[in-house]
């Protein structure tokens, strides 16, 4: 039996619903910007969530839509230059208070932090976009409560490879058993599965259809005790996700 000792999130989709208001207003003000006649709407953003990490996002847009246009010799520079604006337009956002926290994540950190669990983030997005989510919403001191963000670049290859969680893992001198992934997508799921992280699914409006066979569990939202979860897969015994639930489910 493992004992449970760390909480590892997801940031985007996970923490919060940051992609459709939030990532892709800003890749699309970054793009008016830049002089670029692009706009991503939700529809077409929801297509290109496939691919995981910003710059990564674009140049898939430019080869499966944009064919025809003509790219930059230096398309890295352009790449950089473009998804360097789209982070300040993301983050000035974010420091507008204009994106909260789903349902949930505060009280389930503050119960961890209570029972002294350790706590990571595991994600592709940037490493400011966290520091300034974790600031407008948590508080400037948040950043301190996770003993590591693991994010953006750092790893050769972003989710769904493993890579993250195994870098993570690795620093924390953890065991994944001894760890719960908090995760929203399927590129995300992949990747904390393999690390042969138990991994806990809250869905949002774009992964609700994806497939996580493999989650410990599957919940619309990590819940309120006034608010219940809906439980899509899995069997727990409480409308909420709680510290002693996830201890259960990794047992
Ligand atoms: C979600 C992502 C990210 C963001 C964009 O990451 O796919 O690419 O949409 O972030 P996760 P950047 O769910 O792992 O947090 O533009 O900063 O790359
Ligand atoms: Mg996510």
């Given at each position: 039996m493992s004992e449970l000792k760390a909480l590892l999130f997801d940031v985007d989709g996970t923490l919060s619903d940051t992609e459709r208001d939030g990532h892709r207003v800003a890749f699309n003000m970054a793009f008016r910007e830049k002089g670029l006649a692009w706009d991503w709407d939700v529809a077409l953003y929801g297509e290109l969530l496939a691919v995981t990490g910003g710059k990564e996002r674009i140049k898939f847009f430019l080869d499966k839509y944009l064919p025809d246009f003509t790219q930059p010799d230096d398309l890295k520079g352009f790449l950089q230059d473009l998804h360097q604006t789209k982070t300040k337009h993301y983050t000035e956002l974010l420091s507008q208070g204009r994106i909260g926290l789903r349902p949930g994540v505060a009280r389930l950190i503050a119960e961890a932090r209570e029972q002294g669990l350790r706590l990571a983030i595991a994600t592709t997005t940037t490493p400011e976009n966290v520091t300034a989510l974790l600031a407008s919403t948590l508080?400037?001191?948040?950043?301190?409560?996770?003993?590591?963000?693991?994010?953006?670049?750092?790893?050769p290859a972003k989710k769904p490879a493993s890579d993250i969680y195994d870098y993570t893992l690795e620093h924390m001198k953890l065991a994944p058993s001894e760890c719960v992934a908090l995760e929203d997508s399927y590129n995300g799921i992949r990747a904390s599965l393999g690390a042969k992280l138990p991994t806990v699914i809250t869905t949002n409006a774009y992964t609700q259809n994806d497939d996580f066979t493999g989650a410990k569990l599957v919940v619309d939202q990590l819940g309120e005790p006034d608010s219940p979860m809906k439980v899509i897969a899995g069997e727990v015994d409480n409308g909420y996700v709680t510290v002693a639930m996830l201890r259960k489910l990794i047992a």
């Open positions: 508080g400037i001191e948040s950043i301190d409560w996770f003993e590591l963000i693991a994010a953006g670049d750092i790893v």
